[in-house]
């Protein structure tokens, strides 16, 4: 608590140096949870169960358990990326509801060769390994409102982001969304970062390993301010129940809206930039789940000139036991790359009080 505190002092401190960038804290935007993943990523508007924390904390409210608990684990990039996600939500009542999340994403044993010289000859004893890990610290709080169907919600954010013994940040910031159902329709809005989220960094080098940066042609960092703009998301979604209702169908739409510059978005300009995504979910009996999305729709410059279309398709497959979700998703986290898709597993536990 203390280095935060120093963290948030010292961002007052920073002033004019404090620089807003297009992809900062960009690990707390891969998503979370197999569900999700397997539906592109749509699902602020119909999200219901704990791992509305990340997606949209207004959904805390639409749990049926007591407690539940959501698991999920996931490697990208042929197992590089090691990403882990824990959460547990609690509902006091009909009107509100807690949940305090972990989100984790590293790279670890990487090499360090800033000492492999010593006095001109290499040795490779000096070699050592460090992590570059990135730590989101969640509390959500969830409440209905008087109108019928709306339900609210906020998060407050700790982020911790380590590399080595080189650098490391603190950081701090809220997200807050809301839920509207009306007959059958499901709509949403996700706002992240909404007052503007902060990390402030600190760098520590040894006068060896900071000639050697030099040496290399590399610039030697300095302590900065890194500022995330806000984003919003735009969600509705309708769920069909089918041969007596036995059978449920359920599409979702969203769009992210963001604020901070041109990007390579389908819709782009430089007021804003809006990334659609799709999602669909198959049920059957509320036993067994197909899902299936498309996320990051990209217009990509090719070397002749001509844009191409490029976007991220995934699959997920769901089986729910009685209190016990187990949801599996297969994605593709490279768009335009020819890597490995990822394979996500989640777990989602309810638990509630007897009589």
Do not use: C
Not at 74 to 88: C, M, P, R, S
Not at 136 to 163: D, E
Not at 198 to 215: C, D, H, I, R, T
Not at 269 to 277: G, H, Q, V, W
């Amino acid at each position: 608590m203390k280095q935060i505190l120093i963290s948030i002092l010292s961002a007052l401190t920073f002033g004019v140096n404090a620089q807003i960038l297009k992809y900062s804290n960009e690990f707390l935007s891969i998503g979370v949870g197999a569900r999700a993943a397997g539906m592109g990523g749509a699902l602020v508007a119909s999200v219901d169960d704990a791992t509305s924390a990340y997606w949209n904390p207004a959904g805390l409210m639409h749990i049926q358990d007591n407690v539940q608990v959501a698991l999920m684990h996931n490697e990208q990039f042929a197992g590089i990326v090691k990403h882990d996600y824990g959460t547990v939500s609690f509902k006091f009542n009909d009107k509100s509801a807690v949940a305090l999340s972990m989100i984790r994403v590293g790279v670890d044993d990487i090499p360090n060769t800033l000492n492999l010289f010593q006095n001109g000859q290499l040795d490779y004893s000096r070699i050592k390994s460090f992590s570059s890990v990135d730590y989101g610290f969640i509390g959500s709080y969830a409440r209905s409102m008087p109108i019928n169907g709306l339900t609210v919600g906020g998060n407050v954010k700790v982020i911790r982001r380590v590399v080595g013994e080189f650098a490391s940040a603190w950081g701090f910031g809220f997200d807050v969304g809301a839920q509207y159902r009306f007959n059958k329709w499901l709509t949403a809005v996700s706002i992240r970062d909404i007052t503007t989220t902060f990390n402030v960094w600190n760098y520590s080098f040894s006068e060896q390993e900071k000639q050697v940066l030099l040496q290399t042609n590399n610039a030697l960092p300095s302590n900065t301010l890194e500022l995330t703009a806000p984003k919003m998301i735009l969600g509705v979604a309708r769920k069909f129940m089918l041969f007596k209702n036995k059978v449920s169908v359920m599409p979702e739409l969203n769009t992210e809206l963001t604020f901070d510059g041109t990007k390579n978005n389908i819709i782009q300009s430089k007021y804003f930039n809006a990334d659609p995504k799709f999602g669909l979910e198959l049920g059957y009996k509320n036993l067994v789940f197909v899902r299936s999305g498309v996320m990051n729709i990209q217009s990509i410059k090719q070397i002749d000139g001509k844009k191409e279309l490029s976007y991220m398709p995934s699959v997920g497959v769901g089986l729910k036991i009685n209190n016990l979700s187990i949801d599996y998703a297969l994605s593709n986290f490279s768009t335009g790359a020819d890597l490995p898709y990822s394979n996500i597993i989640s777990l989602r536990l309810g638990i509630n009080k007897k009589g």
